[in-house]
C-alpha cells in the first residue's frame, strides 16, 4: 500500500499511527469463557472487540482471541506459553492465589533467568507463566516514537 492510499478519505482516521507493535491471534472454541478468564480472573484489560474477535491487553502484551467457526473441525491454538510479567514478588505471589487450583506450584526463585515465577493453564490448557524479573529492565513502550 503506498502513502497515497493511506491519505484518502477512508483512511482519513484520528487513530492511525498511535501504535507501534503486534499481537498475537489465537484460535479458540469457547471465546466467552476465556475472555471471562483472562479478564476477570488474570486482569487482563479489553483494547477491541471485533465480529468473533477479544483483544485484550496486560500492559504492552496483546493477545486477541479468535472464535472458531467449525468447532468440530478445528483445533484451538495450544502451541507456545504467555508469560505475564509484574513489577513485584508480591504481584506474582497475588496472581498464585487466584490461580492455584490450575498452577504448577508455588511460586519460587529461578537463579538461572534471575526470575521469581509459577506455571498455570488456562481453560483451553495453554501454557501459562507468571514472573517477576529479579533485576533492572530497559523500559518498553508501544507509543509510536515522535
Known amino acids: 500500500m503506498s502513502s497515497a492510499d493511506l491519505s484518502s478519505p477512508s483512511h482519513n482516521d ?6 507501534l507493535g503486534g499481537l498475537v ?6 471465546l466467552a469463557s476465556l475472555e ?14 471485533q465480529p ?13 482471541f479468535h472464535q472458531i467457526q467449525n468447532v468440530d473441525e478445528q483445533e484451538p491454538d495450544l ?9 513485584s514478588l508480591e504481584q506474582v505471589d ?15 526463585h529461578n537463579e538461572r533467568y534471575r526470575i521469581y515465577q509459577f506455571f498455570a493453564k488456562d481453560p483451553e490448557g495453554r501454557d501459562l507463566e507468571f514472573q517477576a524479573f529479579l533485576h533492572p529492565l530497559k523500559e518498553v513502550s508501544s507509543a509510536v516514537p515522535k
Open 25 to 30: 491471534f489465537i484460535k479458540t472454541r469457547d
Open 14 to 19: 484520528n487513530h492511525v499511527g498511535q501504535m
Open 52 to 64: 468473533n474477535i477479544t483483544i485484550l491487553h496486560h500492559g504492552n502484551m496483546i493477545l486477541g
Open 94 to 108: 497475588d496472581m498464585h492465589a487466584k490461580l492455584q487450583h490450575v498452577a504448577d506450584g508455588k511460586p519460587r
Open 79 to 87: 502451541q507456545g506459553m504467555y508469560t505475564f510479567v509484574y513489577p
Open 36 to 49: 471471562k478468564f483472562y479478564t476477570e480472573t488474570i486482569g487482563m484489560q479489553l483494547w477491541l472487540e
